[in-house]
């Protein structure tokens, strides 16, 4: 079994066949987890640079995590400190790392549209770590995993996302990915957070009403309000915003869906999209999609690395 796509760019043009062979991939490696020694030879030889332009904590560490316990070798890259703060463009440095030998490369860019054009030059595998609003694929895909371990099926699942859509490539790879998979998903957030192309993405149904959005859905995920990529005031204030579409216990009872798994790609701003004890709460399953995220990353890694398969050193 192997993937239809060279590179993992996004979720908008991947097929059903190849997010299902990711994510059933990750279940064997979730396995792989769990053991006392979690690392197979899958990648022995190839190597891995991680390009980071932009700020992660999440997944900078576990796609190097997954990369090592893959028996990768791994080379860390922050712009801070390199020669980009020299003026060197994007080209070099991606031709000048290529020049070392590598096989893959795992970027994250403010700017939409990087990992596409570093596939333009190099030859590595380019693996997509969030680029500007555009998608974090790996993000979604640990995402479905987390929703396929809860619920099984995904086709059908009810699917709220509240919050800062239009900022979101979290909301964006998940919009793609889910209709894909034949969720029933929902988004939700104030007008001016929704982006104007929502008709782009069939099978997605917008709603500015919460309590509607929340009806009997199986999964709630909030999403971080993204001020730092907002030039101008886009709704009146946090106060009003926390008030309007944080998600609480209250709301989440009032809705019928106080069962629902509570998801969050993080960074957190606790007390304004969420409340601390629904992201605490029995039913969170936010640490649980960091603990996926390795699984997951490693299942991409090894499916377009073209890895040997995975038994224990
Ligand atoms: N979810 C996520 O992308 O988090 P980081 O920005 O910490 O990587």
């Not at 606790?270 to 603990?291: M, W, Y």
């Amino acid at each position: 079994m192997s993937l239809t796509i060279k590179h993992l760019l996004g979720l908008r043009s991947v097929p059903k066949e190849d997010i299902t062979l990711i994510l059933d991939t990750a279940k064997g490696f979730q396995e792989v987890l769990s053991r006392d020694i979690k690392k197979v030879p899958t990648l022995r030889g190839q190597t891995v640079v991680n390009l980071f332009f932009e700020n992660s904590t999440r997944t900078r560490i576990s796609f190097e995590l997954a990369e090592k316990r893959l028996s990768g070798d791994t080379v860390n890259f922050s712009s801070a400190g390199s020669s980009v703060k020299k003026g060197e463009t994007l080209k070099d440095t991606i031709r000048n790392i290529e020049a070392m030998k590598i096989d893959m490369v795992v970027v994250r860019h403010q700017s939409a549209g990087v990992p596409k054009y570093l596939t333009e030059c190099t030859n590595a595998v380019i693996i997509n770590a969030g680029d500007g609003s555009n998608e974090h694929p790996t993000q979604a895909l640990l995402d479905m995993l987390t929703m396929r371990d809860r619920w099984g099926a995904l086709k059908g699942l009810k699917v709220a996302i509240v919050g800062d859509i239009l900022h979101s490539r979290v909301a964006r790879s998940n919009m793609w990915g889910l209709a894909t998979m034949g969720a029933d998903l929902w988004v939700c957030g104030p007008e001016t957070l929704i982006p104007q192309y929502m008709q782009e993405f069939k099978g997605v149904t917008y709603t500015n009403n919460l309590d509607k959005a929340l009806k009997n859905a199986k999964v709630v995920m909030a999403l971080r309000i993204q001020l730092e990529r907002q030039s101008t005031g886009l709704f009146p204030s946090i106060n009003e915003y926390r008030a309007r579409w944080g998600i609480t216990a209250q709301r989440l009872e009032k809705s019928g869906c106080s069962d629902a798994l509570i998801m969050h790609p993080g960074p957190i701003n606790r007390g304004i999209e969420i409340t601390t004890d629904v992201a605490d709460g029995p039913n969170s399953a936010i640490l649980t999609q960091v603990t996926n995220g390795v699984a997951t990353r490693m299942a991409v890694l090894y499916l377009l690395g073209g890895g040997r398969e995975h038994a224990a050193e």
